[in-house]
């Protein structure tokens, strides 16, 4: 083998290397697939998450540990599904810390007796039929568990969160959103895993640049709200 082959075998490695380390300890690139966190996020936003003292993994697998950050209050959050591992990610804020007890009456969130002001949210807070609730989980007022956390989707109205199966284990969560680097305007569909309904929105966009957000490009969002 000649030297000129094994250095780019050595410099692929690297390339290679670098870019799991990334992918795996720093940042990943995940899309908004649904309305639940409008109007912070909406469908088609394209953000950089942050692993970065939340969570490490290995690329392409399930693989991967928590780390020494936890998220704080009202703080944005990816967290792998509770409820099976073969759905996407999900992305929704904090609202109840481990120890916390939580209620939802009278149109708002109640922290130990203390309703939370709340500036984001679109919709009604309310809490869900019985009949909508996993069946291992009784519903409100709750303590949340140690390591847990409750979470919701900014639209009350159409998200699908804590109040209907319970708090996010620690382990479960991935890191959180730093900024938005694309946000496309196109149907649902393109963003529910269709690869062929994800291209023409891609298409679209390049021969339609009035589909781009333009205005919500380098959106960040710090490590709160």
């Given amino acids: 083998m000649s030297v000129k082959v094994k250095n780019e075998i050595i ?4 390339v290679i290397f670098a870019f799991m380390l990334i992918n795996g300890t720093l940042a990943q690139a995940r899309v908004i697939p649904s309305g639940s966190m409008e109007n912070t996020l909406l469908v088609g936003d394209h953000l950089i998450m942050s692993r970065l003292g939340y969570d490490a993994g290995v690329p392409f697998t399930n693989w991967h540990v928590p ?7 009202q703080q944005i959050i990816i967290f792998q599904s509770p409820n099976t591992r073969n759905q996407p990610d999900l992305i929704k804020r904090v609202i109840g810390l ?6 939802i009456h009278h149109g708002a969130v109640w922290i130990n007796g203390k309703m939370l002001k709340e500036d984001y949210t679109t919709g009604p807070t309310n809490l869900p039929d019985r009949s909508e609730l996993l069946p291992s989980f009784r519903g409100l007022p709750l303590t949340v568990p140690e390591n847990g ?7 009350r ?4 969160d804590s109040r209907y199966w319970g708090t996010v284990p620690r382990k479960d969560i991935l890191g ?11 149907p649902d569909d393109a ?3 269709n690869v062929g309904d994800r291209l023409l ?4 966009a390049l021969l339609h640049p009035s589909k781009i957000r333009w205005k919500r490009l380098f959106d960040t969002f710090g490590n709160s709200r």
């Avoid at 410099?11 to 690297?14: N, S, V, Y």
């Avoid at 481990?98 to 209620?103: A, H, L, R, S």
């Avoid at 959180?176 to 196109?186: L, R």
Wanted: aromatic residues 22%.
């Fill in 98 to 103: 481990p120890g916390e007890t939580i209620d």
């Fill in 11 to 14: 410099a692929w490695f690297w």
């Fill in 191 to 193: 963003w529910n895993g």
């Fill in 149 to 155: 956390y409750f979470v919701m989707g900014d639209n």
């Fill in 67 to 73: 780390l020494w950050r936890n998220p704080r209050r």
């Fill in 201 to 204: 929105a891609y298409g679209n």
């Fill in 157 to 160: 109205g159409n998200s699908y």
């Fill in 176 to 186: 959180t959103p730093v900024t938005i680097y694309m946000s496309v305007d196109a």
